[in-house]
């Protein structure tokens, strides 16, 4: 069990960036499995990027490729998620997880961990 918080979300205009960053308590992040979802309104919560506990493995869906980078720190057991290029559809509230490695459902499923998500919000 991993507490998470998420931070860095906000107003932004269209094609502009942010950076949010999940904060995990304990000293074993590096033996979790992290990733960011995203829920927009209207729709159900989905994927967005995720990394193994090493960040030697990241996977991310196709909305995303090319403008959001995942990235963790394990010395200071943050977990982050570049976002360049923002659209207004990437207007979500945004999510960290996290999962013991070995549990299953590879980088993009089966998390069991939660923070209480960041809104971010992309304006035209």
């Known amino acids: 069990q991993v507490q998470l918080v998420e931070s860095g979300g906000g107003l932004v205009l269209a094609g502009g960036s942010l950076r949010l960053s999940c904060a995990a308590s304990?000293?074993?992040?590096?033996?979790?499995?992290a990733a960011w979802f995203r829920q927009a309104p209207g729709k159900e919560r989905e994927f967005v990027a995720g990394?193994?506990?090493?960040?030697?493995?990241?996977t991310y869906a196709d909305s995303v490729k090319g403008r959001f980078t995942i990235s963790r720190d394990n010395a200071k057991n943050t977990v982050y998620l570049e976002m360049n290029s923002l659209k207004p559809e990437d207007t979500a509230v945004y999510y960290c997880?996290?999962?013991?490695?070995?549990?299953?459902?590879?980088?993009?499923?089966?998390?069991?961990?939660w923070g209480q998500g960041t809104q971010v919000t992309v304006s035209s």
């Open positions: 997880s996290a999962k013991f490695r070995g549990y299953g459902g590879g980088l993009t499923g089966g998390y069991d961990n």
């Open positions: 304990g000293r074993t992040f590096s033996a979790y499995t």
């Open positions: 990394t193994t506990g090493s960040g030697g493995s990241t």
